[in-house]
Every structure is written in C-alpha cells, then in structure tokens.
C-alpha cells in the first residue's frame, strides 16, 4: 500500500516532531535481528497468540525496520496496518481478524500475494511517551476472536519491548558519554604533557598514589608498580623531603592548599607541587588529596643565572666607576682645556662602554678578541681599512682581560690616528696573538707593530696614554704590557694568563 492510501490523520502522527526526534535517537543503536531480548519476546509472543509469525518493527514515515522476528512467515512487511495502530487514540491493540475482507487493508501485498496474510494483531511500542513501534502477531488463516486474555499479553509484551529500546538507548548514552569524557581525559592528559605538569590523586585512607604519565616519569616512578604517599616523598631529594612533608602535614591541618618546590632525587628537576583536599569524610577529615606537579627546571636556572649576573654586574660597576674616576683624575691632571679634556675623556669613554656593550651582548661571559680589537681600532684606520691586519687564532677573553685590554687597544690606536701609522694613507697596524701553553695556565701574547707611518722617537717623558696603556690590565693578575719605539714604528707587546684553553674559538 502507498504512502498515500493512508489516512491524513495518520501521516500526519507519523510526521510528528517528537516522534521523529525519539527515532532518530535510536538509529545508532546496535540492535541486531537476532538481539536476544528482543528474540525472545518475538517468541513469547509467537508462544502465546498461537500465531504462524511474530515481529518488532520501528515504525518511521514509510517504512517499518524490523528488530526481530519468529515463526515460518519470516520478516512481513505490514508497514500501514504498524502506522494505523501506532496513529490509533487509544493506544490499544489493532486486531484484524480477516484482512482479505478489511477494505481499509484488503489490498496491500502482504495480503493479496505472498505470505497473504489474514489474521494481525498489532500492540504499540512506545519510548519517552511517544509511539514509535509495533509488536505484531500474524497468520495466513483468518480467525473469529483474539481474546481479551491475549490482547492484554500482547501489549504487556510490547510495553517490555520498549523498556528493552529505552534501556538500549539509555546504555547507548552512557557509553557515549564515557567515550567523550575519555577522549576529554585523554586531550587533558595530553595538554598537561606537553606543558611538563604530572597531575595526581592521592587516596589519604588508603595511600595509594596514582597520576598521569609525567607524574610518575618526573618522579622516577614506574606507573606498573603499587605507588603509595611516602614513595612519592622519598622520591624526593633528601634535602627537600623534610620540607616538603612538613608543608604538606600543615596544608592539611589548616585546611590550606599545599605549595613547595623540590627537586626529584633521580634527575635534579626543580618541581613546583601544588595540591589541595578533594574529598571529605562525614567527620571533615581530608581523604582525598588531588595536585600538579609542574617541571620549573628552566625557571630555576634561569633565576640562577639572573643572580650571577646581577651579582656580576654589580661587582663591574663598581670596577668600572673606580676606573672612570681614575680615568678622569689623570686626564684632568694631563690638561686645563676643557675642550681637550672633554675629548680626551669621551674618546675613553666609549672605549669602556663598547667593551660593556660586548659583555652585555655575551651575558658577562667574555668577548671574542676578534670583536674587541674591530671595536677599539678599525673605526681609527680613516683612509683603508685594509691598514689594520689581524693575525691570530680568535678567542674568549674573560670580563677584566677584556675591559683592560680595551682601554690599551683605544690609547694605541687614537695614539696611532694622531701621531703614528695610522696618520698617513700608506701607513699599516699588525694586531697578532699567540698561546704560549705553560704548566699552570697558558698566556696570550698581543703583539701590537706599526710601519710605514712617521718616523718614530722615544718620547722625553711619559705621556697619559703610556700610563694609561701600562696600567690598563692593573685588574688582571700576572698581566704586562711593555711599549718599544723603533724608527719604523711604535709596538706593544702584551701579556696575559688565559687558564682554559677552551676559550679559543673556530677560525672565522
């Protein structure tokens, strides 16, 4: 029978919204043709009615979907007799004694052809108040009664079959929502690894400890092995166990959230641990205890560093107004000009603060003396950079070396603009150094030779520069410069301790 032989009234139940949103709550219900409850009931009510056939359909707006069947017939399709049962006020049997002689049925398949069907009675399935099923019963031979008896058994068993739908699709949610909450759990667990925070719960009755993956990897636990409360603390470094405990026994005296940082004892880690009481038993003790621990290593080290270089730099510039003073005092000595003096004072005082610069870009822990030697003397070679040689392996030089060799380097090279090689277009400046290895600790040679420039004569009396060259490593131990002026031009020759050989670097 096509859709449109049937009733207005009962299109328009089978289109109902509420109907159809319960449908379609069922559609991904794994019920198979054979599901056991369901086959049963299709046999008690085989059983009972003293039929040739019986099913369990869901009944939608053209079709019917058969969830189980019993008896010879095999599965039927009566779709419009379900519909009209379903669509039925009184939510009661449909009971078609003879339908070859039911005009409103007479002429659908299943009665004019094969199985050619005659007796049905029809009992509603229905879930959330809504009709959406049928339990039917058939026969190929027509009947002249079913009982009040078996009617009421009918639907007894079609209320069962909707329990049965109910608790499916109830189940169903369930584990829907266990497989969200596991794949939420999992994306969770995921986010706390990648930020290196172990999360953990901690049963107080019982002392068991369980946490994700990274707890028990920060802590050098196995996640195979029983791990109780004090297995965590003395996983902890010996020294910070007995903190940590006590902050721990006051948290949960106070009421207080836990708070402290430790060190895991198998690798180092700094963990910052924090944690807080959960659950409560009926007397307000704590028997729950659930937390974070989250790796701070980095933090701790930089923390670190930061100190050592406040402490660092605190000592520099203490040094460094000592030799700013000094520096002042003698060049004030040297001249009443102001003018003079001012440029005397600031040609020095870019000297220091490009050395500071070069340690500030090196966090303080030392300059490349390629680097150094670029900044004090290239910016003097004003007709050729190519007067400026450099020869020599490059190298570190620590804080002191690098600051006094600076100063030495800029009363060279002003010295040499002014008075020496540098002066004239074809004059040339060799910078080369060398490691002369000793038992104790090495030292590098600076050997610093003007040619082509001036004739040179050994000054009457010591200039500023001279003392200011001489005295410029007074901060490096076991250091000495020594000045020479031969007619082809003045040279310096420096020394200082360099005590790890590791501070030389590639070749550039």
């Not at 739908?165 to 169903?172: C, G, N, T, V």
């Not at 009755?205 to 028990?216: D, I, V």
């Not at 020294?239 to 026994?249: L, N, V």
Request: aromatic share 6%; with cysteine.
């Amino acid at each position: 029978m096509r859709s449109e032989n049937i009733s207005e009234s009962t299109l328009e139940f089978l289109s109902g919204s509420s109907r159809r949103d319960v449908l379609s709550s069922l559609k991904t219900l794994e019920i198979r043709e054979h599901d056991n409850e369901f086959h049963c009931l299709a046999k008690l009510a085989l059983s009972m009615s003293n039929s040739d056939g019986a099913q369990i359909t869901l009944v939608d707006e053209k079709r019917s979907r058969v969830l189980s069947h019993a008896g010879h017939l095999g599965i039927v399709n009566i779709w419009a007799i379900e519909a009209s049962s379903l669509a039925s006020p009184d939510k009661s049997c449909l009971i078609i004694l003879n339908a070859a002689e039911d005009v409103r049925y007479s002429e659908i398949d299943a009665v004019t052809h094969s199985p050619n069907i005659r007796f049905v009675a029809v009992a509603p399935i229905c879930v959330s108040n809504e009709c959406i099923g049928a339990l039917s019963v058939l026969s190929d031979e027509p009947r002249t009664e079913f009982t009040l008896a078996q009617q009421e058994q009918l639907m007894l068993l079609a209320r069962l079959a909707g329990s049965f739908i109910s608790l499916k699709r109830e189940s169903r949610a369930e584990t829907d929502a266990m497989a969200k909450l596991h794949q939420d759990e999992d994306r969770n667990s995921m986010a706390l690894e990648v930020g290196n925070v172990g999360s953990w719960v901690w049963d107080l009755r019982t002392g068991k400890f369980s946490g994700n993956r990274m707890a028990y990897s920060m802590l050098g636990l196995s996640p195979d092995q029983p791990v109780s409360g004090e297995d965590v603390f003395r996983a902890m470094h010996p020294d910070d166990f007995p903190g940590m405990k006590s902050a721990f026994t006051r948290a949960l005296v106070s009421n207080q959230d836990y708070v402290g940082e430790f060190r895991a004892a198998s690798s180092g880690q700094w963990l910052l641990g924090r944690g807080r009481i959960f659950e409560r038993d009926v007397q307000g003790r704590p028997v729950v205890a659930v937390g974070v621990n989250i790796d701070i290593t980095d933090t701790k080290k930089a923390a670190e560093k930061t100190r050592l270089l406040l402490r660092e730099l605190n000592h520099r510039v203490k040094n460094t107004l000592a030799m700013l003073q000094s520096l002042a005092r003698q060049t004030l000595n040297r001249t009443s000009d102001p003018a003079e003096f001012m440029e005397a004072f600031s040609g020095r005082l870019r000297a220091i603060s490009e050395a500071h610069t070069l340690l500030s870009d090196r966090e303080w822990s030392g300059i490349s003396l390629i680097d150094l030697i670029a900044k004090q003397v290239e910016p003097y070679a004003g007709f050729d950079p190519r007067q400026i040689e450099l020869a020599g392996e490059d190298m570190v030089l620590p804080p002191d070396h690098a600051l006094g060799l600076g100063i030495a380097l800029h009363e060279l090279a002003t010295n040499a603009a002014r008075h020496g090689s540098l002066s004239v277009a074809g004059g040339r400046v060799r910078v080369s150094w060398h490691i002369e290895p000793g038992l104790d600790e090495s030292r590098v040679t600076i050997h610093w030779v003007e040619s082509n420039g001036p004739k040179v004569q050994p000054p009457e009396a010591r200039g500023l520069g001279e003392r200011l060259i001489e005295r410029s490593l007074d901060k490096v131990l076991s250091s000495s410069v020594r000045l020479s002026y031969p007619e082809t031009g003045m040279e310096a020759l420096i020394s200082m301790p360099i005590r790890d050989r590791s501070n030389i670097l590639a070749h550039r």
